[in-house]
T-cell receptor
Framework: DQQVKQNSPSLSVQEGRISILNCDYT??????FLWYKKYPAEGPTFLIS?????DKNEDGRFTVFLNKSAKHLSLHIVPSQPGDSAVYFC???????????FGGGTRVLVKP | NAGVTQTPKFQVLKTGQSMTLQCAQD?????MYWYRQDPGMGLRLIYY???????DKGEVPNGYNVSRLNKREFSLRLESAAPSQTSVYFC???????????????FGPGTRLTVL
């Protein structure tokens, strides 16, 4: 039973346009959410995070939105660049610990 | 400053063989983790160590053992490898020690393991 799901395994977008990645979760105890980016043959690297007390967090071209009532979060990348081509994982953490639960990942391809 | 390092990068084992995956971090982090990544499954936590001297099971611990050798090093051992353990293994570390820690996990480059 996957508690964190990324229903789109892949996404293709034109350079300069917006990329929207979605993530759904089922555990209402999750209080902190993160996005990681992964290039081939490398480990995941932290991208952006959001606490459950907020509904939006922005860092440069990356914005994460959280809808607690829908148990849904999304990552917006604007504008998308070819270097953004990677696999993106969303992850969630319950309040009483620092273990992360990851989604299955979404592979993003940004076309020049 | 190397961050999180893992050895080996690649390994092929026969069913029933044993091996140890090594992980070290130079960020003076308290917590360390072992994950496996399988297609479509994301990263699943195998074991973690919240601080030196402690280890706890994660989501998929069966068939694995760990040792937190000191604050820097956290090893993962497969005593009798099975084809189902074919995966990419990632080690990670974070500064936090326990609940309410919101610090980031930093990952190593991974070990690609194939069990025939």
């Amino acid at each position: 039973d996957q508690q964190v799901k990324q229903n789109s395994p892949s996404l293709s977008v034109q350079e300069g346009r917006i990329s929207i990645l979605n993530c759904d979760y089922t555990n209402s105890m999750f209080d902190y959410f993160l996005w990681y980016k992964k290039y081939p043959a490398e480990g995941p690297t932290f991208l952006i995070s959001i606490s459950s007390i907020k509904d939006k967090n922005e860092d440069g071209r990356f914005t994460v939105f959280l809808n607690k009532s829908a148990k849904h979060l999304s990552l917006h990348i604007v504008p998308s660049q070819p270097g953004d081509s990677a696999v993106y994982f969303c992850a969630a953490r319950v309040a009483a610990g620092n273990k992360l639960t990851f989604g299955g990942g979404t592979r993003v391809l940004v076309k020049p | 400053n190397a961050g999180v390092t893992q050895t080996p990068k690649f390994q092929v084992l026969k069913t029933g063989q044993s091996m140890t995956l090594q992980c070290a971090q130079d960020m003076n982090h308290n917590s360390m983790y072992w994950y496996r990544q399988d297609p479509g499954m994301g990263l699943r936590l195998i074991y973690y160590s919240a601080s030196e001297g402690t280890t706890d099971k994660g989501e998929v611990p069966n068939g694995y053992n760990v040792s937190r050798l000191n604050k820097r090093e956290f090893s993962l051992r497969l005593e009798s490898a099975a084809p189902s353990q074919t995966s990419v293994y990632f080690c990670a570390s974070s500064g936090g020690r326990g609940p309410s820690s919101t610090d980031t996990q930093y990952f190593g480059p991974g070990t690609r393991l194939t069990v025939l």
